[in-house]
Structures are given as C-alpha cells and as structure tokens.
C-alpha cells in the first residue's frame, strides 16, 4: 500500500543519511523501524554489506 507522510525536512535528511550509511533504502529503514515501534521484540534481517 501506498501512503504520503510528511516528514520534517531535518529529520528526512537525518533518515537518508542512515539508510546510506547502512546500505539500504530510504523505504526499508522506515518500514524496519516501523515495525520496531510496533513490535519490540521484532528482529530484522541483516543489512547488506
């Protein structure tokens, strides 16, 4: 599903830095930490290397 938040620009930019320091996407770190605040006990799948 598609969806349109609005992000402030500060925190956007913080959250693109992350995902590229982690070798990932803008959309898998917001769904990962999605599902972190939903579900403590969630455990991701390793980021690529």
Request: no cysteine; charged share 30%.
């Amino acid at each position: 599903m598609k969806t349109t938040i609005d992000i402030p620009e500060a925190l956007y930019k913080r959250t693109k830095i992350r995902a590229v320091e982690t070798g990932r996407t803008l959309k898998d770190l917001v769904l990962t930490s999605l599902e972190k605040e939903l579900d403590p006990a969630f455990t991701a799948l390793p980021s690529p290397t």
